[in-house]
C-alpha cells in the first residue's frame, strides 16, 4: 500500500471502530483488497464500507453512521424508507466514503473487520451490467478484466451466470 492508502485505511478503522456499537461495518473495495495484498488496476481513492443492515430507517437519524466531524453526507441512494447506499464527501479533501448495505458475511483481515472477494466480485459484475453511468460500469469491467488473473475466482463464470439470471429472472 502506497503512504494516501495508509491513511485511507487509518481513517475506516477509526469508522469501523466508531460504529462498533451501533451497526456492524466491514472494508471493502480496492482498500480491502490492497489490505489483502492483492493487487488492483489502480490505486485506492476513497473508502468503501458495507454495513449489515440499511442505513437508516424512514425519519430516523439515529441510522447514519458516526464519522470524524468534518465529513458531510453528499448522496444517498435507495428508496425513503431503506437506504441502499450513502456517500459523505470530506469538507477540505474531498476525501469520499461510500457506505453500501450488504447482508454478507465479514472476515477479519489483519484485526480489521472486512467484506469477501467473492462477494465483491459479485457487486462489481451488478455494476458492470447495470450501471447507467457509461463510465461507472467501464469502470467496473475494466477492474473485473485487470482481477481476472489475480484472484482464484472464475470471473467470466460468474458474469456468465449474471447475465443468464437476468435473462431469466429480467424483474429481479
Known amino acids: 500500500m502506497n503512504k494516501k492508502e495508509l491513511e485511507l485505511l487509518e481513517i475506516a478503522k477509526k469508522i469501523i471502530e466508531l460504529n462498533k456499537n451501533n451497526v456492524p461495518m466491514a472494508l471493502s473495495g480496492s482498500l480491502m483488497l490492497k489490505l489483502r495484498d492483492i493487487e488492483t488496476r489502480r490505486p485506492a481513492h476513497d473508502i468503501d464500507i458495507i454495513v449489515e443492515e440499511p442505513l437508516c430507517e424512514q425519519e430516523e437519524e439515529s441510522g447514519y453512521p458516526i464519522l470524524p466531524k468534518d465529513f458531510k453526507m ?3 441512494d435507495g428508496s425513503r424508507s431503506q437506504v441502499e447506499s450513502m456517500q459523505f ?3 477540505n ?6 457506505f453500501i448495505s450488504s447482508d454478507e458475511r465479514f472476515e477479519e483481515i489483519s484485526g480489521i473487520a472486512c467484506g469477501t472477494v467473492y462477494n465483491l466480485i459479485c457487486a462489481k459484475i451488478f455494476y458492470m451490467l447495470n450501471d ?3 463510465e461507472s ?3 467496473h469491467r475494466l477492474d473485473l478484466e485487470f482481477l481476472k488473473n489475480k484472484i482464484d475466482i472464475n470471473i467470466d463464470e460468474m458474469i ?3 447475465k443468464l439470471s437476468v435473462m431469466i429472472f429480467p424483474s429481479l
Open 89 to 91: 464527501t470530506q469538507k
Open 132 to 134: 447507467k453511468s457509461h
Open 137 to 139: 460500469s467501464e469502470k
Open 74 to 76: 453528499s448522496e444517498i
Open 93 to 98: 479533501s474531498g476525501l469520499k466514503i461510500d
Open 160 to 162: 456468465e451466470k449474471q
